[in-house]
Nanobody, 122 residues
């Protein structure tokens, strides 16, 4: 099982980026998928996630209304659309999957992508 996160980069505050998470070895429709981020010197935090069924998404309060998670089953790829980016969104972003229900606790995830760096500049 491999997860490949991509799409990170440098963007000005107020701008947008779309991150992708591609899976090989399993299908997203069989797993709950979470997006997490870790800023320098900080703990990894839950950004948002999508249920295995794909019918519900959840977001941390800090990104609600700005970030959107979607899934393309045909491509077996998950997306994190990030709009109105702020300086505090700067972090390495990870996607992760677990076989159970969607949870915010990163310790309960089984598989992780390698992370993609998002840098928001002023």
């Amino acid at each position: 099982v491999q997860l490949q996160a991509s799409g990170g980069g440098l963007v000005q505050a107020g701008g947008s980026l779309r991150l992708s998470c591609a899976a090989s070895g399993h299908t997203f429709s069989s797993y709950a998928v979470g997006w997490f981020r870790q800023a320098p010197g900080k703990e990894r935090e839950f950004v948002g996630g999508i249920r295995r069924s794909g019918d519900s998404t959840y977001y941390a309060d800090s990104v609600k209304g700005r970030f959107t998670i979607s899934r393309d089953n045909a491509k077996n790829t998950l997306y994190l659309q990030m709009n109105s980016l702020k300086l505090e969104d700067t972090a390495i972003y990870y996607c992760a999957t677990r076989t159970g229900i969607l949870v915010a606790d990163s310790r309960r995830y089984d598989y992780w992508g390698q992370g993609t760096l998002v840098t928001v500049s002023s």
